[in-house]
């Protein structure tokens, strides 16, 4: 009952305050052509929100662009901001129980620091321990049936690396 595949990645750069930069808005921007392009027939895209203890808008900033384009693609996608980054464990639960997502590609934005134990959670083997603080470039995508992690470079801005995260 589980997705095919489950693909977390963080937020754009971010600001002193709670939300994007210019260069992260523009991340976002680019990164809802990527993610569109690469994973068509998503049918799911999660977002941490915001609550008690985590005032930053930053993943629903970074995933805004990809829903308004994945919404004329596909009217049926279901969207969830609804856990906040601490609250990982509950969000895993449900992508991996939730009878419609059985068999399909579900999409995650989160924070860097829960973003392995969220990893972790889904059943993700060779996970790194840390995802760095400074690092906004990289895309895990998770094959539920092997549970294999494959770290795959964004490349979409100067500075982006396709070096692994260890």
Known sequence: MAPSKVVLF??????????????????AFLLSNLLSQRYPSMKGIYAAGTGPGDSSVRKIQTVTPLIN????INPGLAINTVYINFQYKEAAHEILTAELF??????VCWSHTSIPPFAKTLGAINVPHKWPGNRFDMIWEIDMYTKELIQIPQLLLPGDTNIAIR
């Not at 059985?102 to 999409?107: A, C, F, G, P």
């Open 10 to 27: 963080r937020h754009g750069e971010k600001a002193d305050g709670d939300g994007l930069t210019p260069l992260g808005y523009y991340r």
């Open 69 to 72: 384009k994945m919404l004329i």
């Open 102 to 107: 059985t068999n399909r590609i579900v999409l």
